[in-house]
């Protein structure tokens, strides 16, 4: 299977942790974005990266979050010093191309990340 | 602001009837328009997307149909099927460049047997 992998599926952390989720892209796929899903919500953008760039960091908190995508290795979101509100869907999708393009974003099943 | 609307949040139907969803868009440079099905546990799935030069498209059982004007699109599933039934999102490119998707609220659609 060459979809957006994303691990862990499942991963829980208490007040204060760092939590470290990983995203491998589609191969091929060059361009990576995360978004945040809360319960009955929708998704929420976070942020876009290409290879060693960030591209659009608008939906991020400024605080305690951030993201890199290296030339070698999965894209990493991190959130340090976790709190109860950071509990969500956190997914991961990967395009071929440049979005202005309209290239199709492709997800993986996410991680689901719980604060105790 | 950059904001979906989609409409209805909950949408229930008789196995073999047809269902719509609704999204209007806020920003009219807006040029991508994907939906996605999202079942339980799992990421979204691409159903079908449309660009802002077409009107509508068509994949099987499956069409959205997209009006510029009044930044309205629509999906379409006729002769649904148990299988249909899941959370659908719409969604629209926006930003500088179009480079993210800002998504609708979701619509959880359920086929009656």
């Known amino acids: 299977n060459a979809g957006v992998m994303q691990n862990p599926r499942h991963l829980v952390r208490r007040r204060g942790q760092e939590a470290r989720l990983r995203c491998s892209p589609m191969k091929g796929h060059s361009h990576v974005y995360w978004y945040r899903q809360l319960p009955e919500e929708g998704l929420k953008f976070m942020v876009y990266l290409q290879k060693e760039n960030i591209i659009d960091e608008s939906g991020m908190p400024k605080e305690r979050f951030s993201a890199e995508f290296p030339k070698e290795g999965p894209s990493i979101l991190r959130i340090q010093q976790v709190v109860r509100g950071d509990s969500a869907a956190y997914f991961c999708?990967?395009?071929?191309?440049?979005?202005?393009?309209?290239?199709?974003?492709?997800f993986g099943d996410g991680t689901r990340l719980s604060i105790l | 602001g950059e904001n979906v609307e989609q409409h209805p949040s909950t949408l229930s139907v008789q196995e073999g009837d047809s269902a719509v969803i609704k999204c209007t868009y806020s920003?009219?440079?807006?040029?991508?328009f994907p939906w996605y099905k999202q079942e339980l546990g799992k990421g979204p799935q691409l159903i079908i997307d449309?660009?802002?030069?077409?009107g509508e498209k068509k994949d099987q059982r499956i069409a959205v149909t997209l009006n510029k004007t009044a930044k309205h699109f629509s999906l379409h599933i006729t002769e649904t099927q148990p299988e249909d039934s899941a959370v659908y999102f719409c969604?629209?490119?926006?930003?500088?460049?179009?480079?993210?998707?800002?998504f609708g609220q979701g619509t959880r659609l359920t086929i009656n047997p």
């Open positions: 920003d009219s440079a807006s040029n991508y």
């Open positions: 449309i660009r802002s030069n077409v």
């Open positions: 969604a629209a490119s926006m930003g500088e460049g179009a480079q993210k998707l800002v």
């Open positions: 999708a990967s395009s071929k191309g440049n979005p202005s393009l309209n290239q199709p974003q492709h």
